[in-house]
């Protein structure tokens, strides 16, 4: 009998360890930005917390700063399976469906976090449905500080910048552009400094954080703080691979979504001040834009958003609607 009994629990040993080391998974993840970022430090709190919370059940290898896909592809990457989890910027999706474009980034609607944040809450059930119907999952989103334009003179009005070549990064900037007169042009953020120094553009709005993660002091000399939008950044899942896990992970993996976009909220809130001051620490001259000035921005503001919701139709309205409903206005 001992002969039988030791070599049968040496056995079911033998199966308890494979079956768990069986229920272990790795997730490669894509994502756009250098370790420095705040959203990349996001992500990797994001990680720790679903290992901890899954017992290493889930492990996630993250390949930030464009290592595995460009920016622009992660989305399709997701989609398709190429990885199961990524990092994507919405407006650059503005040309697939416009509410990619209400994510953030229509200039001047929503200036300021507590705006954006509503704007978010009415856009999301739009969000959510759009994407389940290409078999992705949404986990949270977060935005950018401020955005302002960097310039290597002053500007003061819509008319300096009249003959520019812009740097945009989605079609709702392209159109911005436009309307101020300036030469839209599409640079990733990798190429932006030799963009600069080689004439390709002249300007560009964005945060202060696209700033320091690109050293824009080497080629501006000014940032013009006009809180223009809060581009959002989401993490998405390919919902097929969410439903391979175990569902103790998925919900570990739903929970540590939810964690990551308070604190990615917080943190955005956090760093525009250090941020914008540590601009000035390399010598760059942070201006706060004129009331006129932003007057005339306002109504570029309001010809975008008309514009957005001619492209979306019925339910742009209803959603440009319910956000003024949700602001008081």
């Known amino acids: 009998m001992r002969k039988t009994?030791?070599?049968?629990?040496?056995?079911?040993?033998?199966?308890v360890g494979f079956v768990s080391a069986a229920a272990a998974e790795t997730w490669n993840m894509a994502s756009g930005y250098p370790d420095g970022n705040y959203h990349t430090k996001n992500i990797r709190a994001f990680i720790d917390d679903v290992d901890k919370s899954t017992g290493g059940k889930l492990k996630i290898n993250l390949h930030n700063n464009q290592a595995l896909f460009k920016l622009p592809q992660i989305k399709h990457a997701v989609q398709t399976g190429q990885v199961p989890i990524g990092e994507i910027l919405s407006v650059q999706y503005g040309n697939e469906n416009p509410l990619f474009e209400m994510a953030g980034g229509i200039p001047f609607l929503a200036p300021g976090h507590a705006k954006a944040a509503k704007l978010w809450e009415v856009l999301k059930p739009y969000v959510d449905d759009y994407l389940a119907k290409q078999g992705l999952r949404l986990l949270y989103v977060v935005p950018?500080?401020?955005?302002?334009?960097?310039?290597?003179?002053?500007?003061?009005?819509?008319?300096?910048?009249?003959?520019?070549?812009?740097r945009v990064y989605s079609t709702m900037t392209a159109r911005l552009a436009e309307l101020m007169g300036s030469s839209p042009v599409t640079i990733q953020f990798s190429e932006v400094p030799q963009a600069f120094a080689t004439g390709v553009m002249h300007t560009m709005i964005t945060s202060a954080q696209t700033g320091i993660d690109s050293q824009a002091w080497d080629?501006?000399?000014?940032?013009?703080?006009?809180?223009?939008?809060?581009?959002?950044?989401?993490?998405?899942?390919?919902?097929?691979?969410?439903?391979k896990l175990p569902a103790d992970v998925q919900?570990?993996?739903?929970?540590?979504g939810k964690q990551a976009q308070t604190r990615g909220w917080k943190m955005a809130g956090d760093v525009n001040a250090e941020q914008i001051e540590f601009l000035k620490t390399k010598g760059?001259?942070?201006?706060?834009?004129?009331?006129?000035?932003l007057a005339e921005l306002d109504k570029l503001g309001q010809a975008l958003t008309s514009e957005w919701v001619k492209q979306a139709g019925p339910v742009g309205e209803e959603i440009v609607k319910k956000y003024r409903q949700a602001i008081g206005s």
Do not use: C, R
């Open 5 to 15: 009994l030791v070599p049968f629990a040496i056995a079911a040993g033998a199966v």
């Open 144 to 166: 950018w500080p401020d955005q302002g334009f960097y310039t290597k003179t002053p500007v003061s009005s819509v008319a300096d910048f009249k003959g520019l070549k812009f």
């Open 219 to 243: 080629f501006t000399k000014y940032f013009t703080n006009v809180i223009g939008n809060h581009s959002l950044n989401a993490i998405l899942v390919n919902e097929a691979a969410l439903k």
């Open 251 to 256: 919900n570990a993996v739903i929970a540590a």
């Open 284 to 293: 760059m001259t942070v201006a706060k834009p004129s009331p006129a000035f």
